[in-house]
């Protein structure tokens, strides 16, 4: 977006209040088969270790992979773009349940954990915070734990959270060397959530600054960036709430593939997420709070406009009722009609009565 739109969309009001992202956000129907448009090319990054060794390498087509699956060492294949070509032989080849091929290829699932023949399969979005348009963006990425292997399927090939696992790959009495394959799966899981609390802490300060336009000036531009901000907490809250029931069915899983050591380190995670979706509660709350705050700036504006102009016609009034009488078409005998200076004492009681009305009010308190 360029600078000149950035302003531009405010003059548009549909544009300003963003009807747009509550389409995207509500346009969710698992029965509906969307047509995922396939990438000219894939990315296929494969991280092999044990103890003693570790390699990476780059392949250039799928079927190079398939060395990998029982070498005695763990892997991680990692797969940037998703073609359902691609994805069926991988799961012929590595044991991966029709079922769970359909999940990775599918759009729009909701996070979940499976366990079909001797695989247990996470289903989850990666969230990245967009500073140009302020919203949060989706990637969807499966995670496919077998028994010394882990395959991992991303669409967006430029980015991912697993940058650190890549670097404590490359240290050689790393943790993560000396455990088996739950446990990168379990590092994928963590690195995941934790970057929740990066956009967490995004939002969180999109609050602030929203929180103290809203003090200072409670207009149409406020209500819609607060509009804003509860559809990104509704697009949090989807996403962070079915993770809880993931990492807690892997907690509860019977699962070989699953260490008994490993599975404390999962606890962390429950932990974590529980931590996020809490909070995540209090940011809604607080947008509550704020959107009431909003309405009763506005109508506190209301009534001091009412107010001041409630004041300004008792101010008007005796000069309206003197001028009435005194401005009269036909001649009567009242007084100071005739008489020099009547003009003179008519304005002079237009102007006196209201200052004592000021005064009056003013004692009163009223203003």
């Not at 070498?71 to 012929?92: A, P, T």
């Amino acid at each position: 977006m360029t600078k000149a739109e950035k302003y531009f969309r405010y003059f548009i009001p549909v544009s300003l209040f963003g009807t747009s992202r509550t389409k995207e956000i509500l346009n969710v129907n698992p029965t509906i088969n969307i047509g995922r448009k396939e990438p000219e090319q894939i990315f296929i990054n494969v991280y092999d270790y044990d103890e003693n060794s570790f390699s990476e390498c780059t392949l250039n087509k799928i079927e190079d992979s398939f060395a990998y699956k029982e070498n005695k060492h763990i892997s991680w294949i990692n797969i940037d773009g998703l073609r359902r070509h691609d994805v069926d032989v991988m799961s012929e080849k590595f044991g991966i349940h029709p079922l769970i091929a359909e999940d990775i290829l599918s759009l729009g699932q909701r996070p979940k954990m499976d366990e079909l023949e001797n695989i247990l399969y996470c289903l989850l979005n990666m969230l990245y915070y967009n500073e140009t348009t302020q919203t949060i963006d989706l990637e969807q990425i499966s995670i496919v734990l077998g028994s010394d292997f882990v395959i991992t399927f991303q669409e967006d090939p430029q980015r991912d959270v697993f940058n650190p696992i890549r670097e404590k790959l490359k240290i050689a009495n790393s943790k993560l060397r000396q455990a088996g394959a739950d446990y990168l799966c379990y590092s994928m899981l963590d690195l995941i959530v934790d970057n929740y609390f990066f956009v967490m802490e995004k939002l969180g300060e999109r609050i602030e600054q929203v929180e103290e336009e809203v003090i200072r000036n409670s207009n149409t531009r406020a209500l819609a960036k607060i509009n804003q901000l509860r559809k990104e907490l509704i697009v949090l809250k989807r996403n962070i709430a079915p993770v809880r029931d993931l990492i807690g069915g892997i907690i509860r899983s019977d699962s070989p593939l699953l260490q008994e050591r490993t599975t404390k380190y999962f606890k962390d995670i429950y932990d974590h997420i529980t931590q996020a979706y809490e909070l995540n509660e209090n940011y809604r709350d607080i947008m509550i709070s704020m959107q009431d705050l909003y309405i009763n700036n506005v109508n506190l504006r209301m009534n001091e406009v009412m107010k001041v102009m409630a004041i300004v016609t008792c101010l008007l009034a005796p000069a309206t009722v003197i001028g009435g009488i005194f401005g009269m078409n036909f001649d009567t005998n009242v007084t100071f009609f005739h008489r020099p200076g009547g003009f003179y004492t008519a304005v002079a009681f237009m102007l006196l009565i209201p200052i004592w009305m000021l005064w009056m009010f003013r004692k009163r308190g009223w203003f």
